[in-house]
């Protein structure tokens, strides 16, 4: 399957926000938009990174995914 679960506790805590009834629509909105956020930043552990070359101090890198 193509599911990914998020078993993050900050988005457990914010999806139960979202569920109560006195949570205004701007709250809701603004909650939704972290959420995803915080679902991009989970998702992302997947890609694997690889060395390009060096620019001074720092490592360049590409995705290899």
Excluded: C, W
């Excluded at 679960?5 to 909650?31: A, C, W």
């Excluded at 679902?39 to 992302?44: D, I």
């Amino acid at each position: 399957e193509n599911v990914t679960y998020i078993d993050h506790p900050l988005v457990q805590h914010k999806i139960s926000m979202l569920r109560k009834k006195t949570t205004g629509t701007n709250e809701f909105r603004t909650l939704v938009e972290e959420i995803a956020t915080l679902m991009g930043y989970e998702h992302s552990a997947i890609f694997r990174l690889r060395t390009l070359g060096r620019d001074s101090d720092r490592d360049l890198y590409d995705s290899d995914a």
